[in-house]
């Protein structure tokens, strides 16, 4: 990957960009054939997925920036990257404080998915300290777990894997997430993300029996398949 040339104006757009809300929601309102012509490329970018994968990569590429300013000698680029940085770290908790007393004042499945929903996206950003980080993340845990006693079905697969991301990432191990394996694995028949969830945990924690388990009921189910599954089921 190719350094960026610092500069301040350069790091404040790296952390707009970094640190704005997701762009899915954006990507899914565009017609799959969209065609584009982004400023200073010569070529059209054809399709919302090419579109997507390129502006993945620039994002990468602005994380990249924001790490490096941190270690430039000028320090109007530092300042830049450490008053940013900080104003956003203060919003998100206020936030997430703001959102957590809502639930527990309500304790209704649809205000608590809510807090879920930007609790998931705010532990991806990577903005807090690591104990920081593990705090959140047991907040996060804590309120899935109300969440699937008050309505199980709202609890789906791609929660389930960024809880168990999350925890290989912080807490360093997926101990104790069994119960949470278990409950995925209720859904293998209708949530593409819990299946492959289950299937990765298998394959890790080497359970051949089960993992072989779980592709039979794959292969019952209706779901749609992508690549992913459909190499493992060739293969086992």
């Given at each position: 990957?190719?350094?960026?040339?610092?500069?301040?104006?350069?790091?404040?757009?790296?952390?707009?960009?970094?640190?704005?809300?997701?762009?899915?929601?954006?990507?899914?309102?565009?017609?799959?054939?969209?065609?584009?012509?982004?400023?200073?490329?010569?070529?059209?970018?054809?399709?919302?997925?090419?579109?997507?994968?390129?502006?993945?990569?620039?994002?990468?590429?602005?994380?990249?920036?924001?790490?490096?300013?941190?270690?430039?000698?000028?320090s109007e680029v530092v300042h830049y990257a450490a008053s940013y940085i900080t104003d956003v770290i203060?919003?998100?908790?206020?936030?997430?404080?703001?959102?957590?007393?809502?639930?527990?004042?309500?304790?209704?499945?649809?205000?608590?998915?809510?807090?879920?929903?930007?609790?998931?996206?705010?532990?991806?950003?990577?903005?807090?300290?690591?104990?920081?980080?593990?705090?959140?993340?047991?907040?996060?845990?804590?309120?899935?777990?109300?969440?699937?006693?008050?309505?199980?079905?709202?609890?789906?697969?791609?929660?389930?894997?960024?809880?168990?991301?999350?925890?290989?990432?912080?807490?360093?191990?997926?101990?104790?997430?069994?119960?949470?394996?278990?409950?995925?694995?209720?859904?293998?028949?209708?949530?593409?993300?819990?299946?492959?969830?289950?299937?990765?945990?298998?394959?890790?924690?080497?359970?051949?029996?089960?993992?072989?388990?779980?592709?039979?009921?794959?292969?019952?189910?209706?779901?749609?398949?992508?690549?992913?599954?459909?190499e493992w089921i060739r293969f086992y």
């Open positions: 990957m190719d350094n960026y040339n610092i500069t301040g104006e350069i790091l404040v757009r790296a952390v707009e960009e970094y640190y704005k809300d997701d762009m899915e929601p954006m990507y899914n309102l565009l017609h799959p054939d969209v065609t584009f012509l982004l400023p200073g490329r010569d070529q059209l970018i054809e399709g919302r997925d090419e579109l997507r994968r390129i502006m993945s990569l620039e994002r990468s590429k602005e994380k990249l920036a924001i790490q490096n300013a941190m270690g430039q000698e000028d203060a919003k998100y908790k206020e936030s997430e404080k703001r959102l957590r007393e809502i639930c527990e004042e309500n304790k209704d499945a649809d205000t608590v998915l809510i807090y879920l929903q930007f609790s998931d996206k705010m532990l991806h950003k990577n903005i807090f300290s690591e104990p920081e980080q593990r705090m959140y993340l047991n907040m996060f845990e804590g309120y899935m777990q109300e969440l699937y006693e008050m309505d199980s079905s709202k609890v789906d697969g791609e929660l389930i894997r960024d809880l168990i991301e999350l925890h290989r990432e912080y807490i360093k191990n997926t101990d104790g997430l069994e119960i949470w394996i278990d409950r995925a694995e209720e859904k293998v028949y209708m949530d593409l993300a819990a299946a492959k969830e289950v299937l990765k945990f298998y394959f890790h924690k080497k359970n051949e029996q089960k993992f072989k388990e779980v592709i039979q009921k794959i292969k019952k189910s209706p779901l749609l398949l992508d690549g992913e599954i459909l």
